[in-house]
T-cell receptor
Framework: SAVISQKPSRDICQRGTSLTIQCQVDSQVTMMFWYRQQPGQSLTLIATANQGSEATYESGFVIDKFPISRPNLTFSTLTVSNMSPEDSSIYLC????????????FGSGTRLTVV | GENVEQHPSTLSVQEGDSAVIKCTYSDSASNYFPWYKQELGKRPQLIIDIRSNVGEKKDQRIAVTLNKTAKHFSLHITETQPEDSAVYFCAASIHNDMRFGAGTRLTVKP
């Protein structure tokens, strides 16, 4: 299965600033996703990162707040913009192929604290 | 959209006993059902999955069953061990759009 490197692993940021999270996959994958996970909670899908086109956002998430890039089949970034304390959470990327032969793999997560 | 419900939210068993976690889904078009194990502070790890053309799948102490008619699937862990203690998430996927259940916190008491 694909191996995902995600960075940074954690960060403490001032409100009003932005943070970009990167995910690098060790092989080409069809699908990449970004999730948010509050401590003790389930995973909430933010968006699907589409290679070469605009990401597809879930209800409650907008491009201006969470711009996503996916320049190729192995890399994606998520930016959390104009942060507020409510954005404090764990952000995870996930990747997999069409048909999910090996299932979806997750990055190690980015623990974001906004102060 | 797809809605996945998972029960129970917490489960405590004695070491050696079996544990069963159940999930239901709403969209009959869902065709892929993975289960993830998440230990504290770590990423979710895929432990087993099943596709809609299969009714049951087993991997050592872990098995998953799927009832397409009733739209529910279950995770069965036999001979539980303390290292099985974690949060388990089920998920249902349509065309790679995966939705997760709320999670079950499993505690295995030695």
């Amino acid at each position: 299965s694909a191996v995902i490197s995600q960075k940074p692993s954690r960060d403490i940021c001032q409100r009003g600033t932005s943070l970009t999270i990167q995910c690098q996959v060790d092989s080409q994958v069809t699908m990449m996703f970004w999730y948010r996970q509050q401590p003790g909670q389930s995973l909430t899908l933010i968006a699907t990162a589409n290679q070469g086109s605009e990401a597809t956002y879930e209800s409650g998430f907008v491009i201006d707040k969470f711009p996503i890039s996916r320049p190729n089949l192995t890399f994606s970034t998520l930016t959390v913009s104009n942060m507020s304390p409510e954005d404090s959470s764990i952000y995870l990327c996930s990747a997999g192929g069409q048909g999910a032969v090996y299932g979806y793999t997750f990055g190690s997560g980015t623990r974001l604290t906004v102060v | 959209g797809e809605n996945v419900e998972q029960h129970p939210s917490t489960l405590s068993v004695q070491e050696g006993d079996s544990a069963v976690i159940k999930c239901t889904y709403s969209d009959s078009a869902s065709n892929y059902f993975p289960w993830y194990k998440q230990e504290l502070g770590k990423r979710p790890q895929l432990i087993i999955d099943i596709r809609s053309n299969v009714g049951e799948k087993k991997d050592q102490r872990i098995a998953v069953t799927l009832n397409k008619t009733a739209k529910h699937f279950s995770l069965h862990i036999t001979e539980t061990q303390p290292e099985d203690s974690a949060v388990y998430f089920c998920a249902a996927s349509i065309h790679n759009d995966m939705r997760f259940g709320a999670g079950t916190r499993l505690t295995v008491k030695p």
